[in-house]
């Protein structure tokens, strides 16, 4: 795992999400590729082969997302490199909090790092997401 550069790791990047948000969860591209990543800090998780396996982003205001790991690497620990990744580099840059909108699945890996559910269910590319927040 290492914090990756949208320019030159972008191909590796976009299969990632590609796989698990467009194909894996029917994700529209519209809404996958947003234009945000240019001006994000990004993770980059890579197989022993050099594979890339998994994928996650921090936008400028302190918003982790687009976390992907590819289906065969999942519960192997690779998430749990991309979010600590995510979370020292928003330490890095002095954020006081870190937010995300957390799968509805997902919501109980979140709070394993101490992030807290705020407000309601809500959907998001029609799939049931929750807005959680983490002070750093």
Do not use: K
């Amino acid at each position: 795992m290492r914090l990756a550069d949208w320019g030159a790791d972008a191909p590796l990047l976009r299969a990632v999400r590609e796989a698990v948000f467009m194909i894996e969860q029917g994700v529209p591209a519209e809404l996958e590729w947003d234009g945000l990543d240019p001006d994000c800090a990004h993770a980059l998780a890579l197989s022993a082969r050099g594979e890339a396996i998994g994928a996650a982003r921090l936008t400028p205001d302190g918003h982790i997302g687009r976390m992907a790991v590819l289906a065969p690497w999942r519960g192997q620990g690779v998430g749990r490199a991309l979010l600590e990744a995510m979370l020292s580099e928003a330490r890095r840059r002095g954020f006081p909090q870190v937010a995300l909108n957390a799968q509805t699945h997902a919501q109980g890996f979140y709070q394993r790092f101490g992030f807290a559910r705020q407000g309601d269910e809500f959907p998001d590319a029609g799939i049931p997401h929750v807005r959680m927040t983490l002070g750093l």
